[in-house]
C-alpha cells in the first residue's frame, strides 16, 4: 500500500498539557478503580485553594510589566530593554473572535509602548549598576557578560523579550492549573532553539523575575512556596537537552508514522505499564492480572461477570506462566471466542485481535491478508499465535508486559488508518459488526469524491439561503487523499451578451431567485459636474442604482436584508457617484452585519469558502488556494480577506469596477440539486434525466452529464476555469481520457504538474447532493 494514503479522521483534539484534577482522574481510570482517599483529598484541597490560586496568578499578571522588566535590566545594558517587547495582539482581527456588541462603538485605546531612544552613557552604566547592587538577589555566576542592545540587535531583542514574556505567562497558567505539565510541555527543549550564547543570560533572568515575583509576597509564604515549585520547574526543564524523538520499534520503511516529537508524548494522558516480577506483592499481582483482563477482554471479567480464570491464575502468581503466555491462554480461552470470535465476520475479528495483542489497528491491507490466510487455513488459534509470536510484540512488550493500546500521544501514528484507529480504541468498538479497517483501505483504488479538498463539510448547499452547511457523521472517516497540486473541476458558463442567459448552460437559476441579468452601473456626468438620477437605460447591461444596491444586497448576504441592516452611508455614496459598486461591495462585505452572518459564527474554512463564493462567484479551486487564504486570515485578520478578494485580478477581470458579482461557476453537486429546477425543467421534460439507468465511468460522467443538458443553439456548451492560465474554457476543448492512473488519483479533480494540466481524472457522480 503507497505510504502517502490517508485515512481521513474525526476531529481530534490531543491533550495539551495536564491539570491536577485531570491527572488524578485519568490515573484512576487508567486502573479502573475508584478514587483513593487520598486522591479525593487532593481534589478537595485543589477547588478549595482555587480563590487562592487565582488570586496569585491575577497579581503576576497585573506586574506582569514590572517582573520581565527585572529580569530583562539584569542582562542587558546600553538602552530600554522594554521597548523591544511588542504589544498583544489586537484580538478583533483574528479569526473567529466574537465582539461584543456593546465594544463595537467603544472609542479604541491607543497603547503607549516605549520607544528606543539613545541615553547618556553614563546614565546607561549607572542606571545597570543600580540594578545590579539591589537587595536579595542571587549573584551573577562567575564570568557572566551582560548583553550590550545596540550590538545585539532589534531582532533578536525582541525575540528574547517575547520569550521572558511568555515564560512568565506559562508560570501563570501552570499555577492556575495546579500542575506544571504545561511548563515542561512548552519549555524542554527550547535550550536547543535559543542561542548557546544567550542561554546563561535567559537563565538569570528567570531567576530575576522569580526574585521580582515574589517581592509581592513577602508576606504570604503559601503563596511564596507555589511561586517557588513553578518557577523552579521552568528552570529545571530549560536546562535540559533539547530530547530526542520517540522511534516506532520494529517497522518496515513502508511503514507511515515512524517520529514522534516529546512534546506529544508529554502531553498526552499517561498510560501506566503494568509488569510482572517475582517480587511483587500480591496487591500487585492482582492489578497486573486486572490490568490483562481489561486489555483482552476490554472489562474486568472478574467484577463485571463474577468469572474467574483461577487455575490460570495460580500458575501466573506462581511464576509458571509468564505475562506473554498468559495472554496466550486468554485469547484461547472459550469466554474470548464467545465475545470477539463467534459473533463476527473473520475481517472485524482480526481487528479486533490486532487491537487486543498488539494495541494498535491493522496498518495496511497486506497485513490483513497474511492474517486472513493465517484464519482461513489454521483456524483462529494460529492467528494468537502469529501475534504473539511476532518480532512487534517482542519489541514493545517482551515477556513481562500486559499489550497496552498505543493510541495517540504514545507512539507515532500512521495517517492512512487514522480515523478507523480512533474508532476502534473507543470502548463502543466491540459492538460494530463492520469491519472499518478493510472497508477504508478498499476505499483507496476508488476514485475520490467530489467534495471540498478539506471535507466535504465545507461545501455550502449552493443555495439562496446563506451559509448552510451538511451534517454528516455518518462518514467522518473517510478518505479524501487531496494533496496541493489537486483542484475541482467547476462547470461554468460564458456570457456572450453580458445577460449570462442567452448562449448559456441551462443549470437552472439559484432556487429561489428569479434569473436575472448582470447587473451593472454607469454613472453619467454632466458638463456642471452633477451626476443626476439615473433612469432607464437603452443599454440592457446598465441598471437603475436601486436595482444595482439591490442586486448586491442579495449577491452578498444570499437574501434581501433587513432595513436596520442596510449601510446607509454607502448607498448614498454609490448614487452620488463618489464610490464604484466594486467599493460598495467591499463596504457591505466589511459591515457588521456580514461580519456576524458570514465569519464570526462559522469555523475558518467553511467561513473563507462562503465568503469566496460571495465576492468572487465560484468555490475555492484547492489547497494551494485555501492556504494562501489561511495565511492572510492567521496574519492579518477578516478585514485583509475581504481586501485579499476585491483587489485580486480576477475580481477586476470578471466584475471591473461597475457590475454586481454573481454566481459564475458551480460544483457538480450543485448542478445536480439544480438540474430539475428553474430554466432546466423544459430539457429535463424533453429528454429524460441523464442520471437514471446505468452510471458513466472512466472520465466520461461530467461529458456525458452537461451534453445531456445541452441546449439547441450550437453556443449553448458547458465550461470550467483552467488550472493554468485561470481562464474559461470549454469542456470539448479538453475530452476526456481513459484514466490510466486510478491507483495514483481518481475522481472530479484534475492533477497539476507545474501548473500544467495533465489529465482530466475518473469521474464519480453523487446523486445525494448533501452526502459526504
Not at 4 to 15: M, N
Not at 387 to 415: I, K
Not at 520 to 527: C, T
Amino acid at each position: 500500500m503507497s505510504i502517502h494514503k490517508s485515512g481521513g479522521s474525526p476531529v481530534i483534539c490531543p491533550q495539551q498539557y495536564q491539570t491536577l484534577p485531570t491527572s488524578i482522574i485519568s490515573h484512576a481510570e487508567q486502573h479502573d478503580r475508584d478514587l483513593k482517599t487520598s486522591e479525593l483529598k487532593m481534589l478537595k484541597d485543589f477547588f478549595s485553594s482555587g480563590t487562592k490560586l487565582l488570586q496569585i496568578a491575577e497579581i503576576l499578571t497585573q506586574h506582569a510589566d514590572e517582573i520581565v522588566s527585572a529580569g530583562a535590566d539584569r542582562i542587558f545594558f546600553g538602552g530600554l530593554p522594554m521597548a523591544y517587547l511588542e504589544p498583544p495582539a489586537n484580538r478583533q482581527n483574528l479569526p473567529g473572535y466574537n465582539v461584543p456588541d456593546r465594544l463595537v462603538n467603544r472609542p479604541k485605546e491607543k497603547l503607549k509602548v516605549q520607544s528606543a531612544t539613545f541615553n547618556n552613557p553614563l546614565q546607561d552604566v549607572w542606571r545597570y549598576l543600580k540594578v545590579q547592587m539591589s537587595e536579595n538577589r542571587e549573584p551573577l555566576p562567575d564570568g557572566f557578560r551582560p548583553i550590550n542592545i545596540s550590538r545585539y540587535g532589534s531582532v533578536r531583542m525582541q525575540r528574547s523579550m517575547r520569550d521572558l514574556g511568555w515564560f512568565l505567562r506559562y508560570v501563570t497558567y501552570a499555577i492556575v492549573a495546579g500542575d506544571s505539565s504545561i511548563l515542561t510541555v512548552n519549555v524542554r527543549g527550547l535550550r536547543g532553539v535559543i542561542p548557546e550564547d544567550a542561554t546563561e543570560a535567559t537563565v538569570v533572568a528567570i531567576r530575576d523575575m522569580q526574585w521580582k515575583a515574589l517581592s509581592y509576597f513577602q508576606q504570604d509564604a503559601e503563596a511564596s512556596a507555589i511561586i517557588k515549585q513553578h518557577f523552579g520547574v521552568l528552570l529545571a526543564e530549560y536546562i535540559v537537552e533539547k530530547p530526542a524523538n520517540y522511534l516506532r520499534q520494529g517497522v518496515s520503511h513502508d511503514q507511515q508514522g515512524l517520529q514522534l516529537p516529546e512534546s506529544y508524548a508529554l502531553s498526552a494522558t499517561h498510560r501506566p505499564k503494568f509488569v510482572m516480577k517475582p517480587q511483587l506483592s500480591v496487591t500487585q499481582q492482582e492489578a497486573v492480572i486486572r490490568a490483562a483482563y481489561r486489555q483482552v477482554f476490554e472489562r474486568d471479567v472478574t467484577r463485571e461477570y463474577g468469572v474467574s480464570l483461577t487455575d490460570l491464575e495460580s500458575k501466573f502468581k506462581s511464576g509458571e506462566f509468564s505475562t506473554k503466555e498468559f495472554i496466550r491462554h486468554l485469547a484461547k480461552s472459550r469466554l474470548y471466542r464467545k465475545l470477539f470470535y463467534e459473533p463476527f465476520v473473520i475481517s472485524r475479528v482480526i481487528e479486533l485481535a490486532v487491537k487486543h495483542f498488539l494495541g494498535r489497528g491493522l496498518s495496511a491491507i497486506e497485513e490483513f491478508q497474511t492474517y486472513f490466510e493465517t484464519v482461513s487455513e489454521k483456524g483462529f488459534s494460529a492467528l494468537v499465535d502469529v501475534l504473539l509470536d511476532s518480532p512487534e510484540y517482542a519489541d514493545y512488550f517482551g515477556e513481562e508486559t500486559v499489550p497496552y493500546l498505543r493510541g495517540l500521544g504514545q507512539e507515532a501514528q500512521e495517517c492512512r488508518n487514522w480515523g478507523a484507529q480512533f474508532e476502534l480504541f473507543k470502548f463502543s468498538a466491540s459492538v460494530h459488526k463492520v469491519p472499518q479497517f478493510v472497508t477504508l483501505f478498499s476505499t483507496y483504488p476508488q476514485v475520490w469524491p467530489s467534495q471540498h479538498v478539506y471535507g466535504s463539510g465545507h461545501d455550502s448547499l449552493e443555495t439562496q439561503f446563506g451559509a448552510v452547511f451538511p451534517e454528516n457523521w455518518q462518514h467522518r472517516d473517510r478518505t479524501a487523499s487531496f494533496n496541493k497540486d489537486h483542484q475541482r473541476i467547476l462547470i461554468g458558463y460564458k456570457s456572450e451578451n453580458g445577460s449570462g442567459n442567452s448562449h448559456a448552460v441551462l443549470w437552472g437559476a439559484t432556487p429561489g431567485l428569479d434569473h436575472q441579468p448582470l447587473l451593472k452601473l454607469r454613472h453619467v456626468v454632466h458638463a456642471n459636474g452633477k451626476t443626476p438620477e439615473q433612469g432607464g437605460s437603452v443599454d440592457s447591461l446598465v441598471q437603475t442604482s436601486e436595482a444595482v444596491i439591490r442586486g448586491a444586497y442579495r449577491q452578498v448576504f444570499g437574501r434581501d436584508i433587513y432595513p436596520e441592516q442596510r449601510v446607509l452611508a454607502a448607498e448614498s455614496k454609490l448614487k452620488s457617484g463618489e464610490i464604484t459598486v466594486r467599493e460598495f461591495v467591499r463596504q457591505l462585505a466589511k459591515s457588521r452585519s456580514f461580519r456576524q452572518l458570514y465569519w464570526e459564527t462559522l469555523y475558518v474554512t467553511k467561513a473563507i469558502e462562503i465568503i469566496h463564493r460571495r465576492l468572487l462567484g465560484r468555490p475555492t479551486y484547492g489547497r494551494q488556494e485555501m492556504n494562501q487564504y489561511y495565511d492572510v486570515c492567521a496574519r492579518k485578520g477578516f478585514y485583509a480577506l475581504i481586501d485579499e478578494l476585491i483587489d485580486c485580478n480576477e475580481y477586476y477581470q470578471s466584475y471591473g469596477n461597475d457590475t454586481v458579482p454573481y454566481e459564475r461557476f458551480i460544483t457538480p453537486r450543485g448542478f445536480e440539486m439544480r438540474f430539475h429546477r428553474g430554466t432546466a425543467s423544459s430539457l429535463h421534460d424533453r429528454e429524460g434525466n441523464p442520471f437514471s439507468g446505468e452510471r458513466v465511468y472512466h472520465g466520461e460522467w461530467v461529458k456525458a452529464t452537461l451534453l445531456a443538458t445541452q441546449g439547441s443553439e450550437q453556443g449553448d456548451r458547458p465550461e470550467f476555469r483552467s488550472a493554468k492560465t485561470h481562464d474559461v474554457e470549454s469542456f470539448h476543448q479538453h475530452p476526456a481520457e481513459p484514466d490510466n492512473h486510478s491507483q495514483n488519483y481518481d475522481g472530479d479533480y484534475k492533477v497539476i504538474n507545474g501548473g500544467r494540466p495533465i489529465e482530466v481524472a475518473e469521474l464519480q457522480p453523487e446523486l445525494n447532493p448533501i452526502e459526504s
